[in-house]
């Protein structure tokens, strides 16, 4: 069974950082891009990062970039976003999410971060 589960959200101040993971189960992980969605309350789902099947590639949105950096250990078949330097604005549920052969568009429950004083 395909299935993707996120953790390390949490509560933390402006200027703070999170560490998020997405576990991957039930595929070849190491072949697939992996994806960092989040989406704020009121708001459409926002592509966050992507990074390739090896790691060797990396994009990020222009809101995130420099202060987000995704990784992947494909060993662990875990897929990690570094968050620094939080604003409120980052608030938001964050979403693993692949695109599997056979499987489709696939997503984690999401892990709530709120950046606030």
């Known amino acids: 069974q395909v299935q993707l589960v996120e953790s390390g959200g949490g509560l933390v101040q402006p200027g703070g950082s999170l560490r998020l993971s997405c576990a991957a189960s039930?595929?070849?992980?190491?072949?697939?891009?992996m994806r960092w969605y989040r989406q704020a309350p009121g708001k459409k789902r926002e592509l966050v990062a992507t990074?390739?099947?090896?790691?060797?590639?990396?994009n990020y949105a222009d809101s995130v970039k420099g202060r987000f950096t995704i990784s992947r250990d494909n060993a662990k078949t875990t897929v990690y976003l570094q968050m620094n330097s939080l604003k409120p604005e980052d608030t938001a549920v964050y979403y693993c999410?692949?695109?599997?052969?056979?499987?489709?568009?696939?997503w984690g429950q999401g892990t709530q971060v709120t950046v606030s004083s």
């Open positions: 999410n692949a695109l599997i052969l056979f499987t489709g568009d696939t």
């Open positions: 990074i390739s099947s090896a790691g060797g590639s990396t």
């Open positions: 039930g595929f070849t992980f190491s072949r697939y891009a």
